[in-house]
């Protein structure tokens, strides 16, 4: 008989504001916090010219490289923040 697994959906959270007001310092932040109280967390950067913002997160080694991703396209400024309990 297979055991039963309770499925747990992960958390998205959406940080937006204006270039400068602290977004990515927040994430950095957040992603510190949730990863040592024992959260699975991943970021997905959205930015409409570059990939600077997730280039940051993993130079400062905020997450393991692969549990960052940064998207280049055109919209709105945003950062993804997502947890998911161990």
Same mark, same amino acid.
């Given at each position: 008989?297979?055991?039963?697994?309770?499925?747990?959906?992960?958390?998205?959270?959406?940080? @937006?504001?204006?270039? *400068?007001?602290?977004?990515?310092?927040?994430?950095?932040?957040?992603?510190?916090?949730?990863?040592? #109280? *024992? $959260?699975? %967390?991943?970021?997905?950067?959205?930015?409409? $010219? #570059?990939?600077?913002?997730?280039?940051?997160?993993?130079? !400062?080694?905020?997450?393991?490289?692969?549990? %960052?991703? *940064?998207?280049?396209?055109?919209?709105?400024?945003? !950062?993804?923040? @997502?947890?998911?309990?161990?």
């Amino acid at each position: 008989m297979l055991e039963e697994r309770k499925q747990v959906r992960g958390l998205r959270v959406g940080v @937006a504001g204006p270039v *400068g007001s602290g977004k990515t310092t927040l994430v950095e932040c957040l992603s510190r916090t949730f990863s040592e #109280t *024992g $959260y699975e %967390v991943a970021v997905v950067t959205n930015d409409i $010219y #570059t990939q600077e913002d997730a280039e940051f997160l993993r130079r !400062r080694g905020v997450l393991p490289l692969e549990r %960052v991703r *940064g998207w280049r396209q055109g919209g709105v400024r945003t !950062r993804r923040f @997502a947890t998911m309990p161990r």
